[in-house]
């Protein structure tokens, strides 16, 4: 079974930067990779997304400031966040499509201050 190592989160100031690392412990079928958060009192939502093939997708809430990159020989998916807000604060989730089964990261905290 394939397990997903997320690292990275912390508290940052407002306007700052952090990033995401998600690790998966073998590279065998995986397809899609993504990060999904969940803010306080909300459900959980998309940040971005990246296909195997290199296609991306953000959350209109994070386009221009975060980038989501992929290194598919270290089986790594990151997750580079700038210009952090306050409404940025959440638990992080890795998502990946592993032989077509979602599976999950056990998320990682990322707290802005203001």
């Known amino acids: 079974q394939v397990q997903l190592v997320e690292s990275g989160g912390g508290l940052v100031q407002a306007g700052g930067s952090l990033r995401l690392s998600c690790a998966a412990s073998?590279?065998?079928?995986?397809?899609?990779m993504g990060w999904y958060r969940q803010r306080p009192g909300k459900q959980r939502e998309l940040v971005a997304y990246?296909?195997?093939?290199?296609?991306?997708n953000y959350a209109d809430s994070v386009k221009g400031r975060f980038t989501i990159s992929r290194d598919n020989a270290k089986n790594t998916v990151y997750l580079q966040m700038n210009s952090l807000k306050p409404e940025d604060t959440a638990v992080y989730y890795c998502?990946?499509?592993?032989?077509?089964?979602?599976?999950w990261g056990q998320g990682t905290q990322v707290t802005v201050s203001s």
């Open positions: 073998r590279s065998f079928s995986i397809g899609m």
């Open positions: 998502n990946a499509f592993v032989s077509g089964v979602s599976t």
């Open positions: 990246a296909t195997s093939g290199d296609s991306t």
